[in-house]
């Protein structure tokens, strides 16, 4: 596994395999509460044949384990773009994904991006309610042991890696602090989106079911879709589910992609 990060603005961006030479679009992908850049690598070696694949590296985590983690929504979507200009990459369409918290920071990303005038070609917003529906902030006083018992309800880690205390130790800190910044996070008041926006959830995730996800399609004046798969929160990357959900990508970032509204189960509509 490579890593570019020496010409894509530094620590904040990834570029796991190189970029094809006439990309169809760009997808900028951004991690989940406690995830880092590593988890979206199968996603980024599956489309790298039609898609420009970035990914978000958040401090806190990984090569950067010893830098502070940002526990506000909107800083941490103004530190990504950011570092996302700084290449000046705006030759190719952009496409933003994030799942769970990655989803929060993906829309303010959006919407930064239109007050600029720049168009997003799509907004994927996987495993999170709508941005004006509040979240639960009761893990914001919960101990270490039920901080671990709800990632692993989640489907997120390994159980038995999370009794060892020195993953836990390494876990634990991002993860608070991304906890912290997803339940004290306030959607501003702001004009709909215009982007082509598309919501995944998983049907037995826990935390997010069709109704809070259908408050996605409130935020944008474009096109809007919530394809709902087989799984838990982290269905995206379950080995039933991972080839259906890069097919989606790829369809919807290489081709013209719904003009409508629907709501679908899996692959039960044709991609």
């Given at each position: 596994m490579t890593t570019d990060t020496g010409s894509r603005a530094g620590r904040w961006l990834c570029g796991f395999h190189p970029a094809p030479r006439r990309p169809t679009s760009r997808l900028l992908m951004l991690p989940h509460a406690g995830g880092s850049a590593s988890f979206y690598?199968?996603?980024?070696?599956?489309?790298?044949?039609?898609?420009?694949?970035?990914?978000?590296?958040?401090?806190?985590r990984q090569e950067r384990h010893r830098e502070p983690s940002i526990t506000d929504i909107q800083e941490l979507a103004v530190a990504v773009l950011a570092a996302l200009t700084a290449d000046g990459l705006d030759d190719v369409p952009l496409a933003l994904f994030g799942h769970s918290m990655g989803a929060l920071?993906?829309?303010?990303?959006?919407?930064?991006?239109?007050?600029?005038?720049?168009?997003?070609a799509r907004?994927?917003?996987?495993?999170?309610?709508?941005?004006?529906?509040p979240d639960d902030p009761r893990r914001l006083h919960a101990d270490d042991d039920a901080l671990m018992a709800e990632l692993a309800a989640m489907g997120g880690t390994d159980v038995e890696l999370l009794s060892h205390p020195d993953i836990r130790q390494m876990v634990l800190p991002p993860l608070r602090a991304d906890f912290r910044a997803?339940?004290?996070?306030?959607?501003r008041p702001r004009q709909p989106l215009r982007v082509p926006m598309t919501a995944l959830i998983g049907d037995m995730d826990p935390r997010v079911r069709p109704g809070t996800a259908?408050?996605?399609?409130?935020?944008?004046?474009?096109?809007?879709?919530l394809r709902i798969f087989h799984?838990?929160?982290?269905?995206?990357?379950?080995?039933g589910t991972?080839?259906?959900?890069?097919r989606l990508l790829r369809d919807r970032l290489t081709g013209p992609g719904p003009s409508t509204t629907h709501i679908s189960h899996g692959e039960e509509e044709a991609l």
């Open positions: 690598f199968p996603f980024s070696e599956a489309l790298s044949g039609d898609v420009d694949v970035l990914v978000a590296q958040y401090p806190g920071v993906a829309y303010e990303m959006a919407g930064l991006l239109e007050e600029r005038g720049v168009p997003v907004l994927f917003v996987s495993g999170c309610r709508g941005a004006a529906v997803v339940e004290t996070y306030s959607h259908e408050a996605w399609s409130e935020l944008t004046l474009g096109s809007y879709e799984g838990d929160h982290f269905f995206l990357v379950a080995p991972f080839g259906e959900v890069v």
